[in-house]
């Protein structure tokens, strides 16, 4: 009795991590290409993610758009850069070189949708570099990166419910914030956001709404808040 216990108990356990396997399996397998170059006028170390089987067009569509977005901001820092140093050259000045470095996480994957997060760091120069989040939440049914709005149903106030949330949370600690004309006003219409397994993470730049010395500030607004008004089963 009992081996035929730890036998079932044995199989119930690799039922579960085989189901556990199955779910993470239902995702997409990311990739990444590596730009590592040590110049004169700079370093760079950056990484492209892209989805590993481009099959179909949607693939193939986001894929290209993530690429795009990262050679587009390598191709001007560079050319900054040169510019940078053959001038600092003219004048007879030190010169700081450049600094380019990419990071990135997937906190939501399945085959329907995809919320992608990348850094964009770059030094220039001045007194301390920059770090820019960008997030790319796509929707392989429709074929088509979704702006924050185009969760929700028409008519659905979910702007008010984010910005109590948030509210709440900056009346936590002020003083980690502005508290003028530059504190948190709202959300934007083209809100910079990303969906986790638990919820949606609303992002605000460096400067948006804190000083540099806080960083990018980030709120994490449960699905539980907003069930009622989202078009989306994220799971």
Request: with cysteine.
């Amino acid at each position: 009795m009992i081996k035929k216990a730890g036998k079932s108990i044995f199989i119930g356990l690799l039922c579960v991590l085989m189901t556990g396997m199955t779910i993470v399996e239902s995702g997409y397998k990311f990739s990444e290409r590596d730009i590592n170059e040590n110049k004169s006028y700079g370093t760079i170390n950056i990484k492209i993610p892209f989805i590993s089987d481009s099959s179909n067009n949607n693939i193939k569509e986001f894929n290209g758009i993530i690429e795009g977005d990262i050679t587009d901001w390598e191709k001007d820092i560079v050319e900054l850069a040169k510019q940078d140093e053959a001038e600092s050259k003219s004048k007879g000045v030190d010169f700081r070189p450049y600094s380019l470095d990419t990071t990135y996480k997937v906190p939501y994957n399945t085959k329907d949708f995809v919320s992608l997060v990348v850094d964009y760091y770059q030094f220039t120069g001045g007194a301390h570099g920059l770090t820019t989040r960008n997030t790319y939440n796509y929707d392989f049914v429709k074929g088509r990166r979704l702006r924050l709005f185009e969760l929700f149903k028409d008519g659905y106030d979910y702007q008010t419910k984010i910005n109590n949330i948030i509210k709440q949370e900056i009346a936590k600690k002020p003083d980690e914030y502005f508290q003028d004309q530059n504190g948190f006003k709202g959300i934007k219409n083209k809100q910079d956001f990303y969906i986790d397994n638990n919820g949606i993470v609303i992002v605000f730049q460096l400067y948006e709404i804190a000083p540099y010395v806080a960083g990018i500030r980030e709120f994490h607004i449960p699905f539980s808040q907003l069930q009622d008004g989202l078009l989306y089963k994220f799971q």
